[in-house]
């Protein structure tokens, strides 16, 4: 029977030592396996564990106001003062929406823009104004649709400018009530089921606010009585042969064609002309029948030439 001593317990506490750091570094070798061991999934040094995608941030403040486009109708257009004229104001446009309860659209309309060009672009279909005189086309009443933007987006009062205004056209159909100098008016209707402009954004918010399963049923198109103008380089007069023609060939009581821009107090011609009238070019002519050398003329290869029936 051995007897401890002083060096046998020196002994014990050595292999006790030894046991422990075997032990530890069997803990850090199981760790570092399970890690990747430094090494990425494709064994690349260096690369970690794969990271999910990051979350998009939410942005810490929202612009008070964003440009936009904004369609009604003009109540009033006041030009700039001297003063105002010097700073490069050419005036100040109001818009109204036909929504109930909306509020009024005040824009500033500045003559040039940083390029030198006129500041406003003005359309109807096709067609681009060359304004000078805003004035002369942005009349009370007329239905347009406006584009505006901020002047200075860093300034502490930020000011709306009108960029664009576009006079949207109306097809409609009726007749001629009067004719005077350069005005004309008319008692129409919408074509392609359409209805009036101001009277169709009523509709949508009855609809809105009805509460009933079941939808209204439509109502038939009212006939409006209009007072058109003519503007230059704009409107186009067309008789029954689509030839070019002056307001003073058309008649009281004549049934017509146009397509305008609306307006519950004084419209705008863009065209008008007898129904079915389109003014669009024509094709090529037929070929002339040629003489067969004994003084007759080819008919085309068609029957002898008769009375047809007549009918409407």
Same mark, same amino acid.
């Given at each position: 029977? &051995?007897? /401890?001593?002083?060096?046998? +317990?020196?002994?014990?506490? $050595?292999? !006790?030592?030894?046991? *422990?750091?075997? *032990? %530890?570094?069997?803990?850090?070798?199981?760790?570092?396996?399970?890690?990747?061991?430094? $090494?990425? $999934?494709?064994?690349?040094?260096?690369?970690?564990?794969?990271?999910?995608?990051?979350?998009?941030?939410?942005?810490?403040?929202?612009?008070?106001?964003?440009?936009?486009?904004?369609?009604?109708?003009?109540?009033?257009?006041?030009?700039?003062?001297?003063?105002?004229?010097?700073? +490069?104001?050419?005036?100040?446009?109001?818009?109204?929406?036909? =929504?109930?309860?909306?509020? &009024?659209?005040?824009?500033?309309?500045?003559? =040039?823009?940083?390029?030198?060009? /006129? !500041?406003?672009?003005?359309?109807?279909?096709?067609?681009?104004?060359?304004?000078? #005189?805003?004035?002369?086309?942005?009349?009370?009443?007329?239905?347009?649709? %406006?584009?505006?933007?901020?002047?200075?987006?860093?300034?502490?009062?930020?000011?709306?400018?009108?960029?664009?205004? =576009?006079?949207?056209?109306?097809?409609?159909?009726?007749?001629?009530?009067?004719?005077?100098?350069?005005?004309?008016?008319?008692?129409?209707?919408?074509?392609?089921?359409?209805?009036?402009?101001?009277?169709?954004?009523?509709?949508?918010?009855?609809?809105?606010?009805?509460?009933?399963?079941?939808?209204?049923?439509?109502?038939?198109?009212?006939?409006?009585?209009?007072?058109?103008?003519?503007?230059?380089?704009?409107?186009?007069?067309?008789?029954?042969?689509?030839? =070019?023609?002056?307001?003073?060939?058309?008649?009281?009581?004549?049934?017509?064609?146009?397509?305008?821009?609306?307006?519950?107090?004084?419209?705008?011609?863009?065209?008008? !002309?007898?129904?079915?009238?389109?003014?669009?070019?024509? +094709?090529?002519?037929?070929?002339?029948?040629?003489?067969?050398?004994?003084?007759?003329? #080819?008919?085309?290869?068609?029957? /002898?030439?008769?009375?047809?029936?007549?009918?409407?």
């Amino acid at each position: 029977m &051995l007897i /401890p001593g002083p060096k046998m +317990g020196c002994l014990v506490r $050595r292999i !006790s030592a030894v046991v *422990m750091l075997i *032990m %530890a570094l069997a803990v850090c070798d199981t760790a570092f396996a399970q890690a990747g061991g430094g $090494r990425g $999934r494709a064994g690349r040094p260096g690369a970690g564990p794969k990271e999910g995608p990051k979350q998009p941030t939410k942005p810490t403040e929202k612009p008070i106001e964003t440009p936009g486009m904004q369609t009604g109708t003009i109540v009033s257009y006041k030009p700039a003062t001297e003063a105002e004229a010097e700073k +490069g104001i050419a005036g100040y446009l109001t818009v109204r929406p036909f =929504e109930k309860k909306a509020k &009024l659209v005040k824009l500033t309309v500045f003559k =040039e823009n940083e390029e030198g060009q /006129p !500041s406003v672009s003005v359309k109807v279909g096709d067609h681009k104004f060359e304004v000078e #005189d805003y004035s002369q086309l942005f009349w009370k009443g007329l239905y347009c649709t %406006a584009g505006w933007g901020f002047k200075d987006e860093s300034a502490k009062v930020k000011v709306k400018e009108l960029r664009t205004l =576009e006079f949207t056209q109306l097809e409609v159909s009726g007749k001629i009530l009067s004719v005077e100098d350069d005005t004309v008016t008319i008692r129409a209707v919408p074509k392609n089921g359409q209805n009036w402009p101001h009277l169709a954004a009523l509709e949508d918010d009855s609809k809105a606010s009805t509460k009933a399963t079941a939808p209204p049923k439509p109502k038939p198109v009212r006939q409006l009585k209009i007072k058109l103008k003519l503007v230059e380089d704009v409107s186009k007069l067309l008789d029954a042969e689509a030839e =070019e023609a002056s307001l003073s060939g058309f008649e009281v009581g004549q049934k017509i064609e146009a397509s305008i821009v609306f307006s519950t107090k004084v419209g705008m011609v863009i065209k008008l !002309s007898p129904p079915g009238v389109d003014g669009t070019a024509a +094709g090529p002519p037929p070929p002339k029948p040629e003489d067969d050398g004994r003084g007759r003329r #080819d008919n085309g290869g068609g029957g /002898p030439r008769g009375r047809g029936p007549r009918g409407g």
